[in-house]
Antibody, heavy 120, light 107 residues
Framework: QVQLVQSGAEVKKPESSVKVSCKAS????????ISWVRQAPGQGLEWMGG????????NYAQKFQDRVTISADESTSTAYMELRGLRSEDTAVYYC?????????????WGQGTLVTVSS | EIVMTQFPATLSVSPGERATLSCRASHSISSDLAWYQQKPGQAPRLLIS???TRATGIPARFSGSGSGTEFTLTISSLQSEDFAVYYC?????????FGQGTKVEIK
């Protein structure tokens, strides 16, 4: 059974950075795409980007292209999402999610979510 | 970017009734579409992928159909646990994109 466990809630100042981790267990880590999806309070789901660990190259939504880095460490089965230049509108729950295909497609497995609050 | 449009925004249905949710893609996405259910305070749950294939453990009352640009999620007989927000998502093009969601509420 695949489980994704994310790091804890963060409170950040505007213009700072946050790095959220997502540790996978069960199944093979490196061949399945992992994505980051965020959800602002009361809003819908927004795909930020994804990576297939064995290839190491991430795809990003253009909206986040300049501010986000998604990476993966095969040795620890952990994916990371770093968001820079934080602003108040980045306050959201950030989810990691993984599918069952060797690509970034649908998302069967989800982390529990990490609340990132941006406030001065 | 492919824009996913869901309608209606809110659907009021009585328990035991059928619910039909729609999702439209701005360009053809073949059958590369997934549906999710999300309840308050929870992560989304995958219901349907490939437009019509139920995910593991999803009850048969959930069914998906469509291809190209028009898709439908049908819940044949709503149970109390089905009242939630439903999202569609395409995985045919980059970036992956979600619809804005349909809230299914108790009538």
């Amino acid at each position: 059974q695949v489980q994704l466990v994310q790091s804890g809630a963060e409170v950040k100042k505007p213009e700072s950075s946050v790095k959220v981790s997502c540790k996978a267990s069960g199944g093979t880590f490196k061949y399945y795409g992992i994505s980051w999806v965020r959800q602002a309070p009361g809003q819908g789901l927004e795909w930020m980007g994804g990576i297939i660990p064995v290839y190491g190259t991430a795809n990003y939504a253009q909206k986040f292209q300049d501010r986000v880095t998604i990476s993966a460490d095969e040795s620890t089965s952990t994916a990371y999402m770093e968001l820079r230049g934080l602003r108040s509108e980045d306050t959201a729950v950030y989810y990691c999610a993984r599918g069952t295909r060797p690509t970034v497609a649908d998302f069967e497995y989800w982390g529990q979510g990490t609340l990132v609050t941006v406030s001065s | 970017e492919i824009v996913m449009t869901q309608f209606p925004a809110t659907l009021s249905v009585s328990p035991g009734e059928r619910a039909t949710l729609s999702c439209r893609a701005s360009h053809s996405i073949s059958s590369d579409l997934a549906w999710y259910q999300q309840k308050p305070g929870q992560a989304p749950r995958l219901l349907i992928s490939g437009a019509s294939t139920r995910a593991t453990g999803i009850p048969a009352r959930f069914s998906g159909s469509g291809s190209g640009t028009e898709f439908t999620l049908t819940i044949s007989s709503l149970q109390s646990e089905d009242f939630a927000v439903y999202y569609c998502q395409q995985f045919n093009n980059w970036p992956r994109t979600f619809g804005q969601g349909t809230k299914v509420e108790i009538k």
